[in-house]
């Protein structure tokens, strides 16, 4: 049912609305994409059920049915928002377990950035003179940081060669090479900004997650590369990787990169499946 044009679960406590839910996230600090994508998944529930009260069956089937075209990840991810409202109806006997997916240890090629990609990028938004998507590409490329956190990218931390990230709750410094700092402090002059945000819209606000994906995907028509390699976070995947072919210190890459768990780090240094299959070759176990 629908009250105030808000969704309820059929079968969950009056009141416990997903606009409420929304408004409990943003009160626990989650980020703007993980709202969004927790509402996403309570929405496309309340659309499977069609009316039907949330029962524990009702969940198992609805896992079952995304199990037939999501991948084991893209399912957790629905899961965990779905526990995650559960909890706030108060009903955590509801919750579905996770799926235990194994941790690859390969990357697939078709979804890998390499350098050569990135260059191919960079030099077509210099031909297209759009410097301002040239500038973002290059501070995510050379930062690691993640598109969310493109906002911490100042006119103050080009300056002081440190951008201070706040975000889920944690702190860390970045920082800016020399170059860069060089670069953006040029591009901000041009524009006139002379303080916060460097990456803006018009009207002075950040800018916007979706408006960069889409200017990258109609840049990779234009480089000639894959448009499934070409997405901001695939741009933090290589500078990962890049970092730790230098330094080989898979702990310092995870406080480099803002992570609380080095097992998530190590997704992102995982191997080409090229390079794993030579690895398996000089095994010379095949007789």
Do not use: W
């Not at 290589?238 to 406080?255: I, P, Q």
């Amino acid at each position: 049912m629908q009250v105030m044009g808000n969704i309820i679960i059929p079968g969950c406590p009056d009141g416990c609305t997903v606009q409420d839910f929304k408004d409990i996230l943003y009160n626990d600090e989650k980020s703007q994409a993980t709202i969004d994508k927790y509402v996403r998944s309570i929405e496309r529930l309340s659309k499977f059920l069609e009316g039907r009260d949330i029962t524990k069956e009702m969940l198992i089937r609805y896992r079952d049915e995304l199990l037939k075209t999501c991948m084991a990840q893209t399912v957790n991810g629905a899961l965990s928002a779905i526990n995650a409202y559960l909890d706030y109806c108060g009903m955590p006997g509801m919750k579905m377990r996770l799926l235990k997916v194994q941790r690859r240890s390969f990357l697939e090629e078709s979804r890998e950035l390499a350098k050569e990609d990135y260059k191919r990028l960079l030099n077509a938004s210099r031909c297209r003179k759009d410097h301002r998507l040239y500038m973002i590409l290059l501070t995510l490329g050379s930062t690691g940081i993640r598109i969310s956190e493109l906002r911490y990218i100042t006119v103050e931390a080009a300056e002081s060669g440190r951008a201070q990230i706040h975000l889920k709750g944690k702190n860390r410094t970045v920082i800016l090479q020399k170059e860069l700092c060089g670069r953006l402090k040029m591009y901000a002059e041009k524009r006139g900004i002379k303080k916060g945000y460097i990456f803006r819209t018009r009207s002075g606000r950040p800018m916007d997650r979706s408006n960069i994906c889409h200017d990258m995907k109609k840049l990779s028509v234009e480089a000639k590369v894959e448009p499934c390699k070409v997405f901001p976070h695939n741009l933090r995947h290589l500078f990962a990787r890049t970092f730790y072919e230098v330094e080989k210190n898979l702990a310092h890459l995870a406080d480099v990169l803002g992570h609380s768990k080095i097992e998530t780090t190590r997704i992102y240094i995982a191997a080409s499946a090229s390079t794993h299959e030579k690895i398996l070759n000089k095994m010379q176990l095949i007789i």
